[in-house]
């Protein structure tokens, strides 16, 4: 790029490559700066189901997953699987209001569901595989004129010296980039197992302390789950034991299941995700952070309103979903 760039993105995890594609093949040129590549970003330890969409009617966050689970069913992208799977929860009577209208959509009868699960229904939602969908949306970017730097800035208004316009997608680290309190570290431990033959994804709720989670990618299941309010990214063996334990009390194939990686994540977690806009001097910043654990469920429909920000001058003018 050898013009200055119309719109710098800070970021380029999920939050940022999304956002940045949505401005550059929207026309725009358009610089990341980023202090990671994408594949050492948060986002590559998300697991990462998206949807039910479970949202009040009223909640942006509703319109936000509405339009990422059409874009993920509409578009079809390397890493990215339409699966059925079951949702379930400890409590009888314990389904979720909204959760009818997902595709897949059947309660499951008392012989069917898993031992000490007293609610339990199947859906069919796309599963995403994130080493591979980062790649894709990191070469989709290039693809459309856009630039990428591991190249972090100090500060807001060094990134306004960049571009005129500047969408903030830092997650966690919009911390120090905009002294936001609100934001607080979710320490998420991602188990990597060999795939012993499962196909259908599990997913227990609510999202507690514990919970059991399975997704299955092919040759490998990615297990979940715990989180804590902590900066702590160093594994822990016992954690390690106590999830595949859960997961393999669903799945009993499970138990003997070769580890292959275990990490931890920081998600970015706030009381709401940040999408607004904001002027610092002449420049115009646009936020978009602060998804918890949902970057990659919300992600298409807020690249697309922080798209919008930036593109009008810090307005949005779409109509009400």
Known sequence: MTARPDVVVLGAGVTGLSTGIRLAEGGARVLIRTAEPPARTTSMQASALVGPNLSPPDDPQRAWTDETLRVLRDEPMPGVTLREGVLAARPAGATPPFVEQTPGFRPLDEHERPAGFGTAFTVRLPLVDMPV???YLQQRFLD?????????????????????????CTGLAARALTGDDELYPVRGPKIVVRNP?????????????????IFPHGDHVVLGGAQRRSDDT???????????????AIEPALAGAEVLAH??????GRPAPRVESERRGDALVVHNYGHAGNGVMLSWGCARDAAALAQGGGTTDRPDE
């Open 133 to 135: 969908y980062l790649a």
């Open 144 to 168: 459309a004129g856009g630039e990428l730097r591991t190249e972090p800035v100090a500060s807001l208004d060094e990134a306004a010296t960049v571009a005129p316009v500047v969408v903030n």
């Open 197 to 213: 033959g499962i196909e259908r994804f599990f997913l227990e709720a609510p999202m507690t302390p514990t919970w059991a989670s």
């Open 234 to 248: 160093t594994p822990d063996p016992d954690e390690e034991r106590d999830i595949v334990a859960r997961c393999a």
């Open 263 to 268: 990490t931890v994540g920081l998600r970015p």
